[in-house]
């Protein structure tokens, strides 16, 4: 069946739909398809300390003194948690200042990273539209919400009037098919697929993820492949909801989910098919995130600081696995490892599972919840030359706040395997 | 709206972490932010910048967080426009927000060397290389964009709008 569309001459079939263009369609009540332009309701707008004292500047400007509802704004101090210098102690003060004046909720330095924060308390669904002024929003893609990343001045005017204008993203449909092996795990799944497409490989699109291995994965393991979804320059990178994303929003906020899935007909801009059972665990090189190597080839490299946590593998499953790893073991005496639990709630989940006397027995410095040294403002800044071997989702140069040192990306288990050892290592010989 | 200046050509991917390091997001002082702007990739970039001079770059440029500081860097720095092969999505938006001009023209970007003295016509989108003597042709603003950037950013252009009746 053909339509006529609003381009002039150009006929299309009516397919069915992606998820971003049901999520787009749904919030702005038109027939939304990629392409279009469309002015939707957003469902929650976050901002965190680097970006949101940008916001507030900007609704000073425009001389709007309320948010479009209290409920549906949050700030989260998580960037320079608790604060190592007094220009963000300034800002953090802007923060508080503005959630007591609007009644947007403001969590404080005690809570964690945004990005676990803002699903732990319910505060989006899955069907949702949401926007953060942080890149890594698209994280809660892994829980059937179309997140996406948006600069102060967007985030104010989401803040201000609950709505955004919007570009509706094509879609690239990447499927992971097989298994995986034991010692492999999600992050090393999107590694090897920024190494594969480049880090602008779906610029402007959304991705979705498929398949049985997504299936199989549990929702913190999902959320570490949507939350590095920007890191190949997508918008989005959407899952649909099933079972264990329900019970995961069982208990958390006041919303009914309203989960989205595919139609089977949609139409995808691109599409690729993974085998995981050959994919081996995956690391980053240095400066680049697709700068993506198999383990083997840097195995026997040198470091000085290994880090487990930030938004990308701070929940407690990666915990888990480094306690497990860890135990009777202990870290190698040159090396430094800092472990940064995502959230309060991951802190007191793992303390309950042992898993925090464990890693602080083997050597590990337990950090605040929150980004930890990701960023470079806080929380171990490297030297100049040293290695650093770490979880998080971004190896520029400079990054952790030291252009001369070296940051190489991988799972959590890579992370903790090169800890103990002292050198990049395959941690599959930790789980034979 | 017309630009003139020296390009200062970089490669691919320059991503928001070079353009300025998060350990200087502790103020959100334009004049500030530039002074830091793109030294982990060129420490000599701030003083090298006439005002008004043209920053010229690869693939992908603006990768990254989300931080609008990165745009308002490069503004202050002194730089008129960015033209580049392409855009990373949330630094271009962030950069009309801004209102730091930035073009897309990958045959600019090829023709250009570091050092040239460019002249850009972004109503026409015309790149006009002065010491090759070379013209390169760019998607001109359209006219929202060119009203939002001409008034310093999106705040700025509604405030106008909104006092303007």
């Not at chain 1, 924060?117 to 002024?133: F, N, S, Y």
């Not at chain 1, 880090?307 to 135990?327: K, Q, S, W, Y």
Request: glycine share 10%; with cysteine.
């Amino acid at each position: 069946m053909l339509q006529q569309t609003d381009r002039p001459g150009r006929l299309i079939a009516i397919s069915g739909k992606t998820i971003a263009e049901k999520i787009f369609s749904a919030h702005s009540g038109t027939d939304a398809r990629a392409g279009d332009i469309v002015v939707a309701d957003v469902d929650f707008v976050m901002g965190q300390d680097g970006t949101s004292p940008l916001a507030i500047r900007a609704l000073d400007n425009m001389g709007v003194a309320e948010v479009f509802d209290p409920q549906k704004v949050a700030l989260v101090i998580d960037h320079s948690s608790p604060s190592p210098i007094e220009g963000v102690s300034a800002l953090h003060t802007i923060m508080r200042d503005f959630g007591k004046r609007t009644g947007a909720k403001v969590y404080d330095i005690a809570e964690g990273v945004c990005h676990q924060v803002v699903p732990e308390h319910g505060h989006v669904v899955p069907g949702d539209l949401m926007v953060g002024c942080d890149s890594h929003t698209c994280t809660y893609g892994a829980l059937n919400v179309f997140s996406t990343g948006v600069g102060s001045t967007d985030g104010a005017a989401a803040m201000a009037s609950g709505k955004l204008w919007f570009k509706v993203p094509d879609t690239m449909k990447v499927t992971y098919e097989g298994s995986l092996q034991p010692g492999v795990f999600s992050k090393d799944l999107i590694l090897y697929l920024a190494g594969q497409i480049g880090v602008d490989g779906a610029t402007y699109e959304a991705i979705e993820f498929h398949g049985p291995v997504i299936d199989e994965l549990s929702v913190d393991a999902r959320m570490t492949i949507s939350n590095m979804a920007i890191e190949v320059g997508a918008k989005a990178g959407l899952m649909k909801a099933d079972d264990k994303t329900l019970a995961w929003f069982e208990g958390r906020g006041t919303r009914t989910p309203a989960p989205v899935d595919p139609d089977a007909d949609a139409v995808y801009a691109s599409e690729r098919v993974i085998d995981a059972s050959a994919v081996g665990p995956q690391v980053a090189k240095p400066h680049a995130v697709d700068n993506v190597s198999p383990i083997e080839e840097v195995e026997g490299t040198p470091i000085a600081q290994g880090v487990l946590g930030t938004c990308t593998n701070g929940r407690l499953e990666d915990l888990g696995i480094a306690a497990r790893m860890l135990e009777g073991r202990r870290v190698h005496p040159d090396v430094r490892f800092i472990v940064a639990p995502a959230s309060k709630q991951t802190y007191l989940d793992a303390m309950a599972a042992g898993y925090i006397q464990t890693l602080v027995e083997a050597g590990a410095a337990v950090v605040t919840p929150g980004c930890g040294p990701c960023v470079g403002t806080h929380n171990g800044v490297p030297s100049d030359g040293e290695n650093v071997i770490s979880t998080a989702n971004r190896n520029f140069k400079g990054r952790m706040g030291n252009s001369n040192a070296f940051i190489y990306l991988g799972s959590p288990a890579t992370v903790v395997a090169s800890v103990i050892e002292g050198r990049i290592t395959d941690p599959r010989k930790y789980f034979g | 709206m017309k630009f003139h200046g020296t390009a200062h050509k970089y490669g691919r991917d320059i991503d928001t972490d070079v353009i300025i390091p998060a350990r200087y997001l502790n103020t959100s002082v334009p004049e500030e932010l530039a002074k830091h702007c793109m030294e982990d990739l060129d420490p000599n970039f701030v003083s090298k910048i006439e005002f008004g001079d043209i920053l010229v770059a690869e693939e992908n440029f603006g990768c990254g967080s989300s931080r609008e500081h990165a745009p308002i860097s490069i503004k202050a720095a002194g730089v008129s426009v960015v033209i580049a092969k392409s855009f990373a999505r949330i630094f271009y938006r962030n950069a009309i927000n801004t209102g730091l001009a930035i073009m897309e023209s990958p045959e600019a970007v090829d023709g250009i060397t570091d050092g040239d003295e460019v002249e850009v016509d972004a109503d026409a989108g015309v790149i006009v290389n002065v010491t090759k003597g070379e013209t390169y042709h760019a998607q001109p603003f359209p006219p929202f964009v060119k009203d939002i950037i001409e008034k310093g950013g999106l705040i700025e252009a509604i405030k106008q709008k909104v006092a303007a009746g």
